[in-house]
């Protein structure tokens, strides 16, 4: 109901999510996709979403708390799914009731699983291992220890081994020594256990770059949203953006040379000048930092975002359009994320005005902004 009270919008191709993810699937030689849908698949909806990759043959979906995990199970998402988190006795009650596949980090995550558990359950766990990222993971002189914990363990299996990387987007000396690494974890523990198992590493940014081996499962996240990770060179493959965010010009103000726009009164008309009042915020996603900074398009025009972002409103200066022929005109398009005519924004150049990153232009996108899901 939202979506129809309110023309601002995060606009989402399901079409351009399939061709993604069908042509990282192309990348991958005897390994399987395992899309991240984390943070509400990078603030493009996790349920929508899902159900594309389910239906493309996903193998696993990755999220990184238990409550994305349940809220798929919920909305009838069948595919086994992949918890990357810590959890306390309530979340391994959880992860057990609702089918759930988790990342272990530590032992007490066994003990905590093991507790909900009949004994001959054999309930299947990946294990991840810290091997540079300083984040999750056991330490890779822990590998014997915890493939022996597996091996007289009846509660649980092994299903999967993994690792992440911090700087998968090039084959410097952090990406070598961390694949070295793995390396000596994957011996290790094939030593102990030899039963089959996934072993998994590959990143948006590992798997554009081409790492290899690509090893069983790869894991792509900003990748499948059609934005790319810093790559030293081109992405091997056509990726298209999936989420365009669009409002409407809701108020025009004409105001002389010198009238000051906004909070603060930080933008002040250096001529006579229009001012259009767009009914989109901080609140919605539009990061306050890119007050006097950021564009916009209107009639395939840039113009430029004046005075300070507010949490509801922003302003755009479009005394040019309106020095042109029947322009502009409130109810006129505005797109803050995405293509109008020959004119594009990306949420990357958004990211490079506001000194951040994509996936949190992306990710930021506020729930009380509708999703449009087109085909």
């Known amino acids: 109901m939202l979506g129809r009270l309110r023309n601002s919008y995060a606009e989402i191709d399901l079409g351009a999510l399939e061709r993604n993810f069908l042509n990282l699937k192309g990348l991958l030689k005897n390994c399987s996709m ?3 849908i984390k943070a509400d698949a990078y603030g493009h909806g996790d349920v929508q979403v899902a159900r594309v990759c389910e239906r493309l043959g996903a193998r696993f979906l990755g999220v990184a708390l238990v409550e994305e995990g349940i809220r798929l199970r919920l909305a009838g998402v069948q ?50 291992f810290n091997t540079g990222m300083q984040r999750l993971g056991f330490e890779p002189e822990e590998a014997s220890r915890v ?28 990406t070598k020594d961390q694949l070295k690494i793995f390396n000596q974890v994957m011996s290790d523990i094939r030593k102990i256990n030899q039963n089959s198992m996934l072993f998994h590493y590959l990143n948006s940014a590992g798997l554009l770059s081409g790492l290899q081996p690509q090893l069983d499962l790869a894991r792509p996240g900003i990748s499948l949203y059609g934005a790319l990770p810093k790559l030293k ?41 229009v001012i259009a009042v767009v009914p989109m915020g901080y609140a919605d996603g539009l990061p ?24 509801d409103y922003f302003m755009i200066d479009v005394t040019e359009l309106a020095d042109q022929n029947h322009g502009p005109l409130v109810g006129d398009e505005v797109v803050i994320i995405g293509q109008q005519n020959d004119k594009i924004i990306l949420a ?19 729930a009380r902004l509708p999703r449009i899901y087109i085909h």
């Open 288 to 311: 306050r930092v890119l007050s006097n900074k950021g564009t916009v398009l209107v009639r395939g025009t840039s113009c430029p975002i004046v005075g300070i972002v507010c949490m």
């Open 233 to 273: 060179k081109d992405s091997p493959v056509l990726l298209q953006p999936v989420m365009s965010v669009k409002s409407f010009i809701g108020f025009i103000h004409r105001v002389r040379k010198g009238a000051r726009v906004s909070y603060g009164g930080t933008f002040q008309a250096s001529k006579d000048s």
């Open 147 to 174: 493939a022996t914990e597996f091996q007289k363990e009846a509660y649980l299996k092994l299903e999967g081994v993994c690792t992440h990387f911090a700087a998968a987007e090039d084959d410097g000396d952090m």
């Open 348 to 366: 990357d150049h958004l990211a490079k005005i506001a000194n951040t990153v994509s996936y949190e232009i992306l990710t930021g996108m506020q």
């Open 34 to 36: 395992v899309p991240m």
């Open 79 to 128: 595919t086994p799914i992949l918890v990357f988190c810590q959890f306390d006795s309530m979340g391994a009650e959880a992860i057990v009731k609702y089918r759930l596949t988790p990342v272990l980090s530590v032992l007490d995550q066994i003990k905590k699983l093991k507790s909900v558990l009949h004994e001959t359950a054999s309930y299947p766990v990946h294990v991840k």
